[in-house]
């Protein structure tokens, strides 16, 4: 996979995200609203769920929804070496099939970390 | 994952389909036939088995694959609203992480449904 | 994996399922709301959508998901022939992994016919 | 999927643990020491990193990986509430193919409940 | 998952095997044949095949499929050494959700290396 | 997937690698050495383990690992037909879910060969 930066992506999912809202399911619509609500705070903090949501789509490989959680998890606190810390646990569980998205989140992250003020 | 159009993925998958049929195994030769089969009407149509090509695809997060049951839902004759409703069950079964790969989807459907004359 | 009867399969589900809605939590009960509602009459028809069920478990081979699809199918008028061959989808799409998941269909799938009237 | 009660799963695991040790190789061993460290207090807290175990092993549905790590989230203090908020994550995120392997969690996680003191 | 002996699994397999036989269905006749031809020996030798059957089974993890590579493995005259060798790659690939598909194997092992005269 | 070089996956895969190893994490700077030392001689020889690193990769739809693993079965001495013998194993347990990516193969390993002085 070639790196995608964190701009494109951005850009990328703005356009696919309006493909899928306006496919008007009645299903679809209340699965994002699902989803969304997912990651509020509930019996355990936004924070930590983010952290749980990038940990699933790491063992499930998806470059996309790495990314998203990525960003959720830059923009809720978390340090670097915490992320880092949560990816381990997926290499671990996952396996080396998983170091080319590792490879991939290292460099979204550094891309996320130096946009913060 | 940055969508690719279907015109881009028509042109890369004939190039790649030709070094596969250039690779003179008896086993291969006889799994790509036996793929083609699969699809043919039998005690189900056609038409049901290629939604429930694409509903497999979809589950098991493969875009050429999603790109090209999509193709030929379209040509039997399947109706964007069909469509959709089958990639719903998807969603439900799979769950989010199917997200990115719904968007592609509707972007190549929309493509799609823009060739039919 | 050893064959368990459907009429087991039954008890055990019926048990679990009890636990999961005793769990109490707002965006589960939505979840099991929203999973029923999909296989529902739509822009495709519940027994379409019950065989598209079918399949997505079959290639994420779930032995549960299979049976509970199954159940289903043949409660909707589906045919062996039909169920069989949307199975043989799976198997293509989804490898000869799949074949220990296609034997256990097979004798639920008997089970099942035989209680009908 | 019957459910396997907690005691039986020890039981099991115990004799499984022995042959695997027995195998006498030395990347194995390595690996067996790099799965426990990686649960232990680094820049992540040892609490949070087995909630991310469950999840990862939930989303790639493996319940004898979920039942151990449910049994060290309550060991290490998590609630009923958190752990059922936790796995609904991994229902959003990996899709009703999760929900068997929910119902096994609630059942095992009411057994490791029940056995504290 | 409790351990299942081989000679149960083999007993079991045979009754699901019948099964699947009956379906009649050409597809899936022909899917067992291509399924048998694949570890003939060809360019690779049958010896070597049934070792990368074993370890795709693995890293997909699904224990009727490794019980019946496992077999053709001993009965082909690889050594316990080598078999573990070979999981050790699967461990390595698939990560620590193996593990207790890994167990499974090495009971599996002992019994079949037990029944050697 | 549009098909990436074999020379544009080399820089790619060096950036990220140097991303990753920047990352100062204990467990993963292990993970890292345990990956390595998997594919060298022991009870099977290495040139055997990249092949069965190469089918778990395939299998697992990894394109990135697969041409890693390619690179390797090439530079160690195997054959056009070995290699393609072994990604046909890859085919028939993993399905037709496989085919985009074994196109993927082909076109790579056409490179790799052509690169051999």
Redesign the interface.
Known sequence: ????SIQ?FRE??A???Q??I????L??K???R??S???ED???PAK??E???L???????????IDYHLEQCVKLGH?K??I???L?????????????H???A??SL?ELLGEKP
Do not use: W
Not at 88 to 100: D, Q
């Open positions: 996979m070639p790196h995608r494109q990328d999912r356009v696919g995200q493909a899928l306006n496919c008007d399911h299903g679809v209340r699965f994002l699902l989803d609500a997912t990651y509930g019996a355990l930590t769920k952290l749980l949501g940990v699933a789509s790491a063992v499930l490989r998806c470059n996309d929804c340090t070496a915490e880092i810390d949560a381990n646990v997926a290499l671990v569980v996952g396996g080396s099939i998983f170091i080319p590792f490879r991939h290292m460099l550094d």
